[in-house]
């Protein structure tokens, strides 16, 4: 019930693609998520988040979109360019006790190729 | 200095050394916590401290020991590793309320010998 699956586990897009990255989560009590994108010696950095009461999400050419009823969430990065490679990592959290407890995914690799 | 500051960046021990890892944020935050992330796993969270008080521990084995004696500042004792310890371990800050999001540091890799 914990968990966050993640897929794919690696993309490979030229550029000027557009990337997608799904995640699916069971617990229902879930109610924030984020995305965090990684570069290699650095730790993650929050990219997008997105509340449950809203089906979309969009900063700039990163989008993020929500299915309640289906508990998917996916990140569409648009006109994806060769500085977007980076790894991914979606998460869920249940902020309504104290402390942020963040479930990640096992994380996306992204290559975008030039 | 800003954000979350990890020291060492890297750390290479034996099985029966004990050190520690060092985490530092200038965020004004009041809630730190201690991840695990190894290859292509999920970032593993270890360790809670919300106003200095902590508030998880997910069944970390007692060979890893953290300590947060302000809200500023986060430590994590290791002694008697496991090769399988090695991972790059990484600390975070938030505010202990509301959807606030995790600043991470860029983490202690560690390896075990």
């Known amino acids: 019930q914990q968990q966050v699956k993640q897929s794919p586990q690696s993309l490979i897009v030229q550029k000027g693609g557009i990337s997608i990255i799904n995640c699916a989560y069971e617990?229902?009590?879930?109610?924030?998520f984020p995305w965090y994108q990684q570069f290699p010696g650095k730790g993650p950095a929050l990219l997008i988040a997105?509340?449950?009461?809203?089906s979309e999400k969009k900063e700039g050419r990163f989008t993020i979109s929500f299915n309640k009823s289906a508990k998917q969430f996916s990140l569409h990065i648009m006109d994806s360019q060769p500085g977007d490679s980076a790894t991914y990592f979606c998460?869920?959290?249940?902020?309504?006790?104290?402390?942020?407890?963040?479930?990640f995914g096992a994380g996306t690799i992204l290559r975008v190729k030039s | 200095e800003t954000g979350v500051t990890q020291t060492p960046r890297h750390l290479v021990m034996g099985m029966t050394n004990k050190k520690s890892l060092k985490c530092e944020q200038h965020?004004?935050?009041?809630?730190m916590y201690w991840y695990k992330q190894s290859a292509k796993k999920p970032l593993e969270l270890m360790f809670v401290?919300?106003?200095?008080?902590?508030?998880e521990n997910n069944s970390v084995p007692s060979r890893f020991s953290p300590e947060c004696p302000n809200s500023s500042h986060l430590f994590l004792h290791l002694h008697t590793l496991q090769p399988e310890d090695s991972a790059l371990y990484l600390c975070?800050?938030?505010?202990?309320?509301?959807?606030?999001?995790?600043?991470f540091g860029n983490g202690t890799r560690l390896t075990v010998t």
């Open positions: 975070a800050s938030s505010q202990a309320r509301g959807y606030s999001p995790l600043h």
């Open positions: 617990n229902t009590a879930f109610d924030y």
């Open positions: 997105i509340r449950p009461d809203v």
């Open positions: 998460a869920a959290g249940d902020f309504s006790k104290y402390g942020n407890k963040l479930v």
């Open positions: 965020l004004g935050h009041n809630a």
């Open positions: 401290y919300s106003l200095e008080e902590r508030v």
